[in-house]
């Protein structure tokens, strides 16, 4: 039988568990995001505690937490960008290894999304390096497509990355699917 699997946002008092999922996601992905392992591992964790707090208020900001059976098992992170056009963004999306496959990605990628979407996006962004075939993959499944814009990777510049979007009607519509 499948775990159950459910997404909660973030509250104050789980900077470690943030800690914790942020570890391991450098640890066992570390070609899927900016920061490093060494970055996460050097910060203090009076930084995840005040992340925390943050993501469990901020209305710009949020971060969202995946459990199986009650434990902790990826997070992801929406947030809208500080331009005028205020664009609102899904990453940092990680599933533990030994959950995928069990919809726990698109779970915490429509959670953070209807979140988003409350917040008045109509459109969700997500940054993917052209080399993460199975981020790229996923976020097709879910109804993303090509955004039109690309960029060098904030870790490995050799690296480009490419924005996807999905319209927040496009995402009503595979729900019904
Ligand atoms: C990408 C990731 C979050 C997917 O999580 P997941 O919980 O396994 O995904 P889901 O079970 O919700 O998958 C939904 C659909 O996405 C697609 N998909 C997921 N993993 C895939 C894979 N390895 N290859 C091809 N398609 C895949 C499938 O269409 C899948 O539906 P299906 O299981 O019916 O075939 C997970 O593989 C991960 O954490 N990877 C490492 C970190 C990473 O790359 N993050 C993204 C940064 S942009």
Known sequence: MSPSLTVRRITADQGAVFRELRTASLREAPYAF???????LSADA??????AAQHEVSLSVGTFILYTEGHPAGLIEAHFDDTAARRAFVCELWVAPAVRHLRG????????????????????????????????????A?????????????????????????????????HQS
């Open 105 to 140: 990605g698109e779970l915490l990628v429509d959670t953070a999304s209807n979140w988003l979407a409350g917040a008045g996006a109509v459109e969700i962004y997500a940054w993917v390096a052209d080399a993460n075939r199975t981020a790229m993959r996923f976020y097709e």
């Open 46 to 51: 009076a930084s995840f505690d005040a992340t």
């Open 142 to 174: 879910l109804g993303f497509g090509p955004a039109g814009e690309h960029r060098r990777g904030a870790r490995a510049p050799e690296q480009a990355e490419s924005l996807l979007v999905r319209h927040v009607t496009a995402a009503s519509q595979a």
């Open 34 to 40: 900016g920061a490093t392992l060494e970055d996460a």
